[in-house]
């Protein structure tokens, strides 16, 4: 399996960057910065991806994507207040689905987070989100909002686990 | 459903059977709590058992992390028995196989101790 790292990560600062021509948007919806809403996520988007035809290990992949996407917005980015919320959006096309997480936290530079899989990270205990993310998507882009907030955008294509 | 554990000794080596989801929130501070109690009252030897557990997320993984670090600083070793693909997946992953003694049968586990 192939081991990625977090450089990769593209950081777009157009926040209405284009999402990509024959997506249909399927959720736009606000959550509240709760865990009751991580796992509200995750079951809308796996419903979505369900009909979408991706068969029980890309399924698991997607949910646990979208878990950690929300987590980060939830924990990390609102800081679970009760004033900002998590912006769940969700578009499918005919060969792939494309889920967009976004927080109303003050944002964060990709270049101070600290590389889960250097040495001297290895036994820490958190900060390995994103890195997951990134790892069960095929695309991820990391939208920094103005004035704050961020955007994890991930798009998954169906079969992708033979490409 | 979030974790369940439950301890057995076999030999010198207490066993944690872990069941469910080790996920941010209850399952990963159960998780926590029992290890930490178990390295706090003298377990040296401690090997949890991960077959029945059917997820775990980058909260958990800290948690497994956090539970080596606390057995470790007590002097005492941890190791994994019966991770899933999946669960095996994560650690390659997060590079964290290069930390974990990982077994697949449970006499092999014990006797390595």
Do not use: C
Not at chain 1, 133 to 149: H, I, M, N, S, Y
Request: proline share 3%.
């Amino acid at each position: 399996m192939d081991i990625p790292a977090l450089p990769r990560l593209a950081l777009v600062i157009d926040p209405m960057a284009d999402i990509g021509s024959g997506e249909v948007p399927i959720v736009d919806t606000l959550l509240d910065s709760t865990l009751d809403s991580v796992d509200e996520a995750e079951t809308t988007v796996l419903k979505i991806a369900e009909d979408m035809g991706f068969d029980e290990d890309e399924l698991h992949k997607i949910g646990m994507a979208v878990r950690e996407s929300m987590v980060n917005a939830v924990v990390h980015g609102n800081r679970y207040s009760a004033r900002k919320k998590v912006h769940l959006r969700a578009w499918k096309a005919a060969d792939h689905l494309t889920v967009a997480i976004g927080d109303q936290g003050e944002g964060f530079e990709f270049s101070a987070v600290p590389n889960p899989l250097s040495e001297e990270n290895l036994l820490r205990q958190s900060g390995r989100g994103l890195l997951l993310v990134q790892a069960f998507v095929d695309k991820l882009e990391v939208t920094r909002g103005q004035p704050g907030g961020t955007e994890l955008k991930m798009v998954k294509y169906l079969g992708s686990a033979v490409k | 459903m979030s974790v369940k554990l439950s301890t057995r000794q076999v030999g010198d080596v207490t066993v944690i059977d872990a069941t469910g989801r080790i996920t941010l929130g209850e399952g990963a501070s159960t998780f926590r709590d029992t290890v930490r109690d178990l390295a706090a009252k003298g377990n040296k030897k401690i090997l949890l058992n991960l077959s029945d557990v059917t997820y775990i997320d980058s909260s958990g993984i800290g948690e497994l992390v956090s539970g080596f670090t606390t057995v470790t600083n007590h002097g005492g070793v941890l190791k994994l028995l019966g991770l899933s693909k999946r669960v095996k997946d994560l650690l390659q992953i997060t590079k964290l196989y290069t930390v974990f003694e990982v077994f697949d049968d449970e006499s092999g586990a014990v006797r390595s101790f």
